[in-house]
């Protein structure tokens, strides 16, 4: 089949990315041609102020060198500007006559710095601050030339001003309103950030207005001249006032702009063989200049170009940082405010830190924060999300506390952190070489961070220092990824809730009928995606789906944890811990025959057989004679209990034979992931419920239940969910909570993950007032259960999983 | 000339699974796609010698179970950004009959592939 032609009209960070997500999805279905106007390859704008600033080398900045284009098959026609496109012939031109045919012709022009129309403009030594020859202007003239003045005071304007003083200039940043930043700051925090930048040696202007620039005899900028007759020496003067969409082609050939080529939600223009991605774009009446916005668009459009057709842009909120060293800046959404919204703020001036959040209706919309920005991400999630923050709100300004918990030495800042200190204990990652691969490898997100370093990819508890890390070196252009729309995995665009919903409603009960219902690019899925699959049909469909092992972690495929050197792991259940001679008896006979090293008591109080081969397993669960404990498994591994009434002194509560009868009950139910319960006879809390996903405790007149508790990665104290009365209460009450979970979590979240997402109000809603949604969801979990199997028991075991064959 | 031995029948692994094959040369996994092909690598992950026989197959991959290293079945290649190399061993099919050679099949093995994404 003859191939698509594929045109391109731009070589920016927003275009090649939409090359880059397209060629991964359709590596064969286009001949690809690329115009860049620059002699530069792919590089990275928002490093431009680091190489200004001497911190880098224009080398460093290159994202994609002339390789990757060759080796992709691409064609690549640098310093040709593309001036015409016949739409009728589908052909573009260059100025000096290349021209190339289209099937597909994807506009990425950017945008043009605004040139301030004042008198002098056009004269030497006045430059805009947008690409590589700006920068390397700047840095020319800052050997030369003492006086540099910088026209504007937003973003870009500090970080060139920045750069100037660096390379030793004189640099006066003037501005036209009353305080610098105005788009992303308030004025607190802004007279902040200005006393930071003047104690740095920078000199501004405030509510100056431009009459015009005054040149010397050599036609060079000797001076700017305000409209209140003041004049200050210049030698060099950058202006930074804002930029423009760049739609001179596209207006020349008729495509509908308005602030920008105007494109749909899946970013094609108004012509349909046209599409236009980056800052060239208006989108629902919106332009966009960071960078963060340009790579949603990228992979929308890479999708629609590839013909899958299920993606759509909806916009984005924007976060800003300002990069320069020393400078800890951070504001998202509105932050401005308005009648209807109610302000938090912490301003202390002499510690130099200052904060900001702004509510609607119990939600964050927007946030400023000077001086200390730790918690910046987490809050742009929650405006993001639009998360209700009803329950946080006492405490929402003091941040997430629970950031650095363990394996990083409780540090909470990546900014105070040195090069040489571990930021992810799990892997042994530090700090520098997280920095360094972010720098030099290009990376934006998480994911690739996570990819490239291994950092937060096992336990992800420094996730937020790793944010931290990618947000103060990339700036702008990091975005966490959107809570509420995460897609599953790579090989499907839809949320883990659009997955789950559609299985319930079209009534999927395998995960090839999934598959091929919702569209998987990917002809089995991925070692991430199938497991979830796996559970949700299990779980929608009780009794009627059935298990796929293939498609389960080995743990759940050989009833066994697999250790360190490919051995297994054995614990036997002991409802609510409980055991007898006789079992104990039969244990260590188990461990005698077989030879098992260790044997170890667990912090579920259970015991543990350690180093069992893989072919040994069906033989030791049929010595053992006893049900499988499920501690390999994403399912209810253990009751804990204290002592309680009938023995201990203080018990108010039988709380032993209450978990035994919730372990009897719950010891086969699959969940999102593990689940702990406890039970402890009284408050003084032996059996440690506040750190479970359900906790009992009983108290005199009846019992306390707690959800949420996690004793793991983030110790986080379980909530208090509802007083009962009775043992049956107890049973319903917990079930209907698990069932809850079992039913809304997302593959692989705790219930503490599950309750943070959707509030513990509404956990209460639906199963604490809501007497008949809670017994309808007892009912349901116990009619699941029903059918499960102990899968140790004789009849259960697949032998040609533990066989090996022999050559 | 390869030493080609008959070590299993199609039947015998399942499709998306493997099985191990106890050998001179140590353990060596078999896994079948979903397409019915088969492949053979050294049981043991080229990042911290996992078992990879026990990992879960998709597409022409394994993921390893220790530490979820992504293995290229074809060339026992890991996935970049990871990089290393699982022992690759030649498999033949005559019918539903697999058959395994002992010689290493170094000719498709290659140190990088970094660009397979």
Not at chain 1, 72 to 94: C, E, F, G, P, W
Not at chain 1, 466 to 486: H, R, W
Not at chain 1, 495 to 511: F, N, P, W, Y
Request: charged share 25%; aromatic share 6%; net charge neutral.
């Amino acid at each position: 089949m003859k191939k698509m032609k594929l045109v391109m009209v731009g070589n920016g960070m927003a275009g090649v990315r939409t090359l880059e997500e397209l060629l991964k999805l359709m590596p064969d279905m286009y001949d690809i041609t690329v115009f860049g106007a620059e002699p530069y390859p792919n590089y990275n704008r928002i490093m431009l102020s680091p190489v200004l600033a001497g911190e880098q080398g224009i080398q460093d900045i290159i994202l994609n060198d002339l390789d990757w284009y060759q080796q992709n098959n691409i064609t690549l026609h640098l310093n040709k500007k593309v001036v015409r496109i016949d739409r009728l012939k589908k052909i573009v031109y260059a100025e000096d006559g290349t021209e190339a045919e289209y099937d597909r012709l994807l506009l990425a022009t950017g945008s043009n710095p605004f040139i301030l129309p004042v008198p002098g403009k056009d004269l030497q030594g006045v430059i805009s601050y947008r690409d590589i020859q700006d920068t390397n202007a700047m840095i020319a003239a800052a050997e030369k030339y003492k006086h540099a003045v910088v026209i504007g005071g937003g973003l870009l304007g500090l970080e060139a001003a920045n750069g100037l003083a660096l390379r030793g200039m004189d640099v006066t940043v003037v501005h036209i309103l009353p305080w610098l930043m105005e788009r992303q700051l308030d004025q607190s925090s802004s007279r902040m950030l200005q006393s930071s930048l003047e104690a740095k040696g920078l000199k501004f202007l405030l509510e100056k207005q431009t009459q015009e620039l005054v040149g010397g005899p050599d036609g060079r900028v000797t001076a700017v001249r305000f409209k209140d007759g003041s004049e200050i020496p210049a030698d060099l003067l950058v202006m930074a006032v804002g930029i423009r969409p760049n739609t001179a082609l596209a207006e020349s050939a008729g495509i509908y702009c308005n602030r920008g080529i105007v494109v749909n939600d899946t970013m094609q223009t108004y012509d349909p063989s046209i599409y236009a991605v980056g800052e060239c774009v208006s989108h629902r009446g919106t332009a966009y200049g960071l960078v963060a916005p340009l790579f949603d668009m990228a992979k929308v459009c890479a999708n629609h170009l590839a013909r899958m057709g299920i993606a759509r842009y909806q916009g984005s909120v924007t976060s800003t940082k300002l990069k320069v060293t020393g400078i800890d800046l951070f504001s998202a959404g509105d932050f401005t405010g308005n009648d209807n919204t109610d302000e938090i703020v912490l301003h202390d001036a002499a510690g130099g830190v200052y904060k900001k959040l702004v509510l609607q209706d119990d939600k964050l919309v927007g946030a400023v924060m000077y001086g200390d920005t730790t918690d910046g991400s987490w809050y742009f999630q929650m405006i993001r999300d639009g998360k209700n923050v009803a329950e946080i709100r006492d405490h929402l300004l003091f941040g997430q506390s629970h950031l650095g918990n363990s394996g990083h030495l409780g540090q909470s800042s990546a900014a105070s952190m040195p090069d040489t200190m571990e930021v992810c204990g799990c892997n042994g990652v530090c700090k520098g070489v997280i920095v360094k691969a972010i720098k030099e490898k290009g990376l934006f997100t998480l994911e690739d961070v996570r990819k490239h370093t291994k950092a937060s990819a096992s336990c992800g508890s420094c996730t937020g220092l790793v944010e931290q890390l990618l947000a103060s070196t990339v700036g702008g252009a990091y975005t966490p990824a959107l809570n509420m729309t995460k897609t599953m995995c790579g090989c499907t665009e839809l949320t883990h809730e659009e997955v789950r919903q559609a299985i319930d409603a079209q009534k999927l009960i395998s995960i090839p009928q999934v598959m091929q219902a919702l569209a998987w690019s990917t002809p089995n899925g991925c070692a991430s995606c199938r497991p979830g699959l796996n559970y949700y049909v299990l779980c929608a469909h009780p009794r009627l789906a059935r298990d796929d092992p293939q498609s389960r972690f080995i743990n759940e495929r050989a009833h066994a944890n697999i250790q360190k050197d490919g051995t297994f792991s054995v614990i036997p259940r002991m409802f609510g811990g409980v055991t007898t001679a006789k079992d104990l008896r039969r244990i260590a006979d188990v461990a005698d025959k077989y030879n098992i090293p260790t044997v170890k008591v667990t912090g579920g109080q259970r015991i543990d057989l350690l180093g069992v081969k893989k072919e040994d397993l069906p033989k030791v669960w049929a010595d053992l004679d006893m049900p499988s404990g499920h501690a390999y498994a994403k399912a209810l591994r253990t009751v804990k209990t204290c002592v309680g009434s009938e023995w201990c002194r203080f018990g108010v509560q039988d709380s032993t034979q209450m978990g035994i009868d919730l372990e009897k009950q719950l010891w086969k139910m699959y969940a999102p992931h593990k689940v702990k319960i406890a039970v402890s006879g009284c408050p003084r809390n032996c059996a440690e419920s506040g750190i479970k996903d359900v906790g009992v405790i009983g108290v005199e007149s009846g019992w306390e239940i707690y959800v949420g508790g996690n004793g793991g990665i983030k110790t986080v104290v379980a909530q208090f969910l509802v007083k009962v009365k009775t043992h049956d209460e107890v049973m319903e009450y917990t079930g209907a909570f698990l069932q809850l979970y079992r039913e809304q979590a997302r593959y692989l979240d705790r219930t503490v993950h599950y309750v943070e997402r959707v509030g513990l109000e509404y956990v209460k809603q639906q199963m604490v007032e809501d007497a008949a949604n809670r017994k309808a969801l007892y009912e349901r979990l116990l009619y699941a259960l029903q059918d499960e199997k102990d899968p140790w028991a004789k009849d259960n075991v697949n032998q040609r999983e533990f066989e090996a064959l022999e050559l | 000339m390869k030493d080609w031995t008959k070590v299993a029948t199609l039947n015998d692994i399942p499709p998306l699974g493997s099985r191990v094959v106890h050998t001179t040369h140590g353990e060596i996994a078999l896994f079948r796609t979903s397409e019915g092909e088969v492949f053979a690598l050294r049981d043991k992950c080229p990042h911290k010698g996992g078992p990879l026989s026990q990992g879960i197959v998709f597409g022409k991959k394994v993921a390893c179970p220790l530490h979820g290293w992504n293995i290229n079945l074809e060339d026992g290649n890991a996935v970049a950004p990871d990089v290393g190399c699982a022992r690759h061993y030649p498999v033949k099919m005559e019918g539903e009959t697999v058959y395994l050679s002992l010689t290493e099949d170094r000719g498709q093995r290659t140190e990088h592939h970094e660009d397979r994404r």
